[in-house]
């Protein structure tokens, strides 16, 4: 199927590397990948300065991104726009829309960005954010502080608001997080920008795959190990009360920080350090050799708009095994009522059982990696993402 726009531009407004490894390989940059390889016209738009740029990324002076004219001057039918909504790029979309472009709004959130929709919950995570920054006592008052902003500073959301209003389509990541944009936007009675949102996954590299070869008994954790929203710390505790109940599982763990993380859980569990291993960096082909190796893919994070390493794992034939939490708003979609994987409470203790019942699933033939990911191909896939949103900008709302 032809799409129906045959010239975009795929627009993140903040200075990334522009390298073919990294950006080109998700969000924006995938997006525009994808693009072209459904055979239209892409290009990829990023403010100064360039840092190790592909040849085909074009970038400008911000200034020139809020200004009306120079979108006219690309010649572009439609702008995905990876923005989050954030009031600080409004004029970036009020100048694609003044420019007469079709735009697509790209919002990677879990829509707890107010206290106007699941306040206690929005509450938990200012305060929880603020006490790890600051102490309990300090981080207590700064949350407070925060909150009272939020409900007294309308000028942020109506500056949000007049984002999403010069969208042609929202898309939002996940269900729930869909759900809460647009709870949001009907607090403030804009009942015509909540026609706009719908849920559109994150566009996922469909070079990740299963390649077909036999699982092992194997969990795998991909994430940066150095950020405390990664939970470090609750991964390492997983593994080790995970190997010291099987006796046969391994446990690979990759990102930054990896070796470390993986030196500590052979440190407190001996007897299992060969079944422990840690990858600092691995290249696409090597990160979907070891997932489609491995049974079960973990997630510890503590909160994720998106989890593009649960969404990539599924794509390798792997199960996923999570914690359930109002922060981690896309794992209930990906565990798809307990047909790939499993949500448990949120502490070691509990997703050590996850994973080892998710084992024992593995071992009773309740999981089908093939399965798996023929299922997930059509649902993350880039090209699966992208075909949406050209429907989507294109009037079929359905």
Known sequence: MDLKLKSWITC???AFRGDEKTFFRRDSGLCCRTLQALGVQAKALMPEPAWDDEPDLLR?????LTDPGFWREQGADAVILYSWAEPRYTAVAEAIRAGGLKLYLNMDTGGLFSPFVEPAAYARGIWAAECKKRGRLSGTISALCRLGGSCVRLDRHFSRLRHMNCADVIGVVSPIGAERVRKYVLFFGRHDI??????????????MHYTGCPKRESVVAVGRWDDSVK?????MDVAVKVLSRHPAVQFVIAGKDATRCAAEIAMRIPEAKDRVFGYER?????????????????????????????????????????????????????IDGGLSGRLSKN????????????????????????????????????????????????GNHE
């Open 12 to 14: 993140t407004p903040v």
């Open 60 to 64: 400008a002076p911000y200034a020139r």
């Open 194 to 207: 909540a026609r706009k949102v719908h849920f559109v996954s994150h566009p996922i590299d469909q070079t």
């Open 231 to 235: 939970r470090p710390e609750v991964l």
């Open 282 to 334: 691995l290249e696409h082909d090597q990160l979907c050799e070891q997932m489609s190796l491995s049974q079960i893919s973990l997630c510890t994070s503590r909160s994720e708009g998106f989890h593009t390493a649960s969404a990539e794992a599924l794509l390798c034939g792997c199960s996923i095994v999570s914690p359930q939490s109002p922060y981690l708003p896309s794992l209930p979609y990906f």
């Open 347 to 394: 502490n070691p203790d509990a997703l050590a059982d996850a994973v080892l019942a998710e084992l024992e699933a593995w071992k009773a033939g309740e999981r089908d990696a093939a399965a798996i990911a023929k299922t997930w191909r059509g649902r993350v896939a880039a090209d699966v993402a992208i075909r949406r949103v050209d429907e989507l900008l294109s």
